[in-house]
């Protein structure tokens, strides 16, 4: 056999064994990966070295020989004392032999590299910034010349940087030392398996841009979510947001969130859009755990669909007790104390009640039945609640209009007592197990809005979406009045939310008590009462009076 043709064989096989486990463009789907960790411990440049070192383990490891992408989650690489310069992607540089840049991004590149995967990292990102040069912020210059950014990076199979993304919607003390970009960021790259992603971090989820403007403009279908999630109950604990927003859009997303369950921070997982997670989970104690699934892809897939197995519940048992995580801590949504709500008798059985806030009603059936009581044991008390308003906030950081048809746990008959949870030190039970839950209501046309299932269990778990149907009528995605039903269709022992949770997005600005989000006062502004503004008022006033005068003295000749 000639010499050349042997070569080449060898050549085709060898690209055969190196791509045997990858997915390609016409493969019904693609395989993922997410990270869960905590921050290392040590000072801040000690945090940096020990977390490269674990990322870069990770990847080298054969946990992701089988991968096409791995996401690690927010905030645990970096920090501002290890700050790095970031390259703009169209400039196609790949930091393992360009080593321009903080070492840790240069050794994970080359990580990535030998192991051929797309990784995607969060990392502080700093930028040379002056009176002609540098992006354009929301913050000003600093004197040093040199602002930071909460930025995602993703290196695809070359180590080579193909996109980045700066977090457009800081949380708390983020804003005073982190620059906002005026026009945020909508950053998308293409695979070579197929799929074209966006991404964004934390707390973007809870805003229209760039979140909901990438899925809707873009037609974004796999999103991908580095996150460190502080939870807060009933409706925004980390699973439960991501299953339900993943849900609500209909898309592919892939979570990943830091671990300090003491810090309320925990929770990551990977979600089909209505067909639920495909795998999460959610800790009690710090952990480093990966979660791998094989997601079917959407969009730009026109072949035969991936059929994702089916979900087979276990057999329904009535338990007095049942598993509950304590030891994460979470926020409480005081939000809930303007709700309209009713507190159900503690040993309710049957109740259907219509329940209004102003004119948005929401309607509620609800069926238990008896366990067994204990004195022995608290039990959680229940309350219906309803809201439509822009009265509320995210977490006490943003401004938000929100509307919730809601059923919450409370640890005692007082409203201030829901969104709280038995501690560990107290003995819970069942007493009752819920039959049923339907819950409905109209939920007014809007320009922007999401809606989305929000349930949750004793574990901090959404409900599996084969415990539950939702209907809307017509399709909530056509923005008129749509009637959303959300109905329990297997019995449940433990439950602390079952809701529909509407996100209107309001455009009612937050300025953080920051300078440069204060709105400039004009000369008109009620309360300026400065020389200037006194004095063209009084020259108008005596210029209208003058006038008035010789019409009178006109009218009278006449």
């Not at 059929?307 to 276990?314: A, D, G, I, S």
């Amino acid at each position: 056999m000639n010499v050349n043709v042997l070569r080449l064989l060898f050549i085709l096989i060898a690209l055969a064994i190196h791509t045997e486990q990858l997915s390609l463009p016409t493969d019904s789907s693609y395989n993922a990966a997410v990270v869960e960790l905590p921050v290392q411990v040590g000072t801040p440049r000690e945090r940096v070295e020990l977390a490269k070192i674990l990322y870069m383990n990770i990847i080298e490891s054969n946990d992701t020989a089988d991968l096409d992408i791995l996401v690690f989650p927010e905030y645990v690489l970096s920090n501002r004392d290890s700050a790095t310069f970031v390259p703009n992607p169209e400039q196609n540089v790949i930091p393992c032999f360009e080593p321009d840049y903080e070492m840790f991004l240069v050794e994970i590149s080359c990580a990535v590299r030998a192991r051929r995967i797309y990784v995607v990292l969060n990392l502080a990102e700093k930028e040379l910034c002056g009176a002609n040069y540098g992006s354009d912020t929301w913050n000003p210059c600093p004197a040093n010349g040199v602002r930071y950014f909460n930025t995602n990076v993703v290196l695809d199979r070359d180590g080579r940087v193909v996109s980045r993304y700066r977090k457009s919607h800081l949380w708390r003390q983020e804003y005073k030392s982190t620059s906002v970009l005026r026009q945020p960021d909508m950053s998308t790259f293409d695979t070579d398996f197929g799929v074209t992603f966006g991404h964004f971090i934390c707390f973007d989820m809870l805003f229209y841009e760039p979140a909901m403007r990438l899925v809707i403009e873009r037609n974004i279908t796999d999103i991908i979510y580095p996150t460190y999630w502080f939870s807060e109950l009933p409706f925004l604990g980390a699973v439960q947001l991501q299953e339900g927003w993943a849900f609500a859009n209909d898309i592919n997303l892939l979570a990943a969130d830091g671990s300090d369950p003491a810090g309320k921070t925990t929770g990551s997982g990977i979600y089909a859009g209505r067909a639920g997670r495909l795998s999460a989970g959610i800790f009690e104690q710090p952990t480093h755990h990966m979660f791998k699934a094989r997601v079917p892809k959407r969009s730009r897939y026109t072949g035969e669909a991936f059929e994702l197995p089916p979900k087979v519940l276990p057999a329904f048992s009535q338990q007095l007790i049942t598993p509950r995580y304590t030891a994460l801590d979470t926020f409480r949504d005081y939000n809930v104390d303007i709700f309209e709500t009713r507190l159900l008798a503690v040993d309710f059985l049957n109740v259907t009640q219509r329940l209004c806030h102003e004119d948005f009603c929401c309607d509620f059936e609800v069926e238990r039945s008896l366990i067994g009581n204990s004195a022995d044991y608290a039990q959680y008390r229940y309350r219906l609640g309803v809201y439509h308003g822009n009265e509320t906030t995210f977490i006490r950081v943003d401004r938000s209009e929100q509307a919730v048809c809601a059923l919450f746990a409370c640890t005692s008959d007082e409203l201030l007592s829901c969104g709280r949870i038995f501690s560990a030190a107290q003995p819970t039970a069942n007493q009752y197990y819920f039959r049923h839950i339907r819950i409905s209501g109209l939920f007014p046309a809007a320009k922007r809005r999401l809606i989305m299932p929000s349930t949750l269990d004793g574990v901090m778990l959404p409900l599996d979406v084969a415990q539950y149907t939702w209907s809307e009528s017509p399709p909530a995605k056509q923005l008129q009045d749509s009637l959303i039903s959300l109905e329990l269709t297997a019995p449940k022992n433990d439950l602390l939310t079952f809701a529909i949770w509407a996100n209107y997005f309001t455009e009612l600005p937050t300025t953080h008590n920051l300078d440069h989000f204060q709105p400039v006062p004009s000369p008109s502004t009620p309360g300026n009462n400065n020389n200037t503004s006194n004095a063209a008022a009084s020259s108008i006033y005596a210029a209208v009076s003058t006038l008035c005068l010789l019409l009178l003295a006109a009218a009278l000749k006449a």
